[in-house]
């Protein structure tokens, strides 16, 4: 079974562009979560979506959006990008949220550097 | 707010000893706890996953406890590898609020001398 994917795997983008990093989780998952990490820190809760719905959202500005789709993989898009918005973004499934067998299961990354 | 703590930031160890990770986390309201290890600019991988009503669990030459009275988890790896060397990072998920994320410790970066 294929795990966590996720593209494109680097993105180069300048100041004010706009970006779209893709997400498909493990066969089976309907959760999906992205996470924000910068260098140095720990990942960062950005969205969960569960069933095409938004379960939950981070500390983060309206320029991040997300959705699900009808086969569970997930789209984040950054608008208005800034030079701060230069991470790790990582995607994680898993089966369902509010569990205690919640273990979600992680992506490779999508590695996003603005100019 | 739940806020994570790892202690220490970086730990370097030679081949062989064994050693303990800590993770303390300040809302003992968690589904559960989870530990991570990530390669140098790779995703997470997930190690072990000790759900609340638990105290520990087992993988290998990996143990976790979980004790949530005092807000603390700690990893013990024995015989320590080389190939042991990465960042391990800690998540706890809690009730109430955005259900189901995870909530990160800065890591503990650990380097194993051969």
């Known amino acids: 079974d294929a795990g966590v994917t996720q593209s494109p795997t680097h993105l180069i983008k300048t100041r004010g562009q706009h970006v779209t990093l893709r997400c498909s989780p493990i066969?089976?998952?309907?959760?999906v979560s992205w996470y924000q990490q910068v260098l140095g820190q720990g990942p960062q809760f950005i969205f969960q979506?569960?069933?095409?719905?938004?379960?939950g959202r981070g500390n983060f500005p309206d320029r991040f959006s997300a959705r699900q789709f009808p086969n569970y993989s997930s789209e984040l898009n950054v608008n208005a990008l800034l030079l701060g918005d230069s991470a790790l973004y990582l995607c994680?499934?898993?089966?369902?949220?509010?569990?205690?067998?919640?273990?979600?299961?992680f992506g490779p990354g999508t590695r996003l550097t603005v100019l | 707010k739940q806020e994570v703590t790892q202690i220490p930031a970086a730990l370097s160890v030679p081949e062989g000893e064994n050693l303990v990770l800590n993770c303390s986390f300040t809302d003992s309201a968690i589904y559960n706890l989870q530990w991570f290890r990530q390669d140098p600019g790779k995703g997470l991988t997930s190690l072990l996953l000790?759900?609340?009503?638990?105290r520990e669990q087992t993988s290998g030459r990996l143990n976790a406890s979980l004790d949530k009275s005092s807000g603390r988890s700690t990893l013990y790896i024995a015989a320590s590898q080389p190939g042991d060397s990465a960042t391990y990072l800690c998540a706890a998920t809690n009730y109430g609020g955005s259900q189901g994320n995870l909530i990160f410790g800065k890591g503990t970066k650990l380097s194993v001398k051969p």
């Open positions: 994680a499934s898993s089966l369902m949220p509010e569990s205690f067998y919640n273990e979600q299961f």
């Open positions: 000790i759900q609340s009503s638990q």
């Open positions: 979506y569960y069933e095409k719905e938004e379960r």
């Open positions: 066969s089976g998952h309907k959760s």
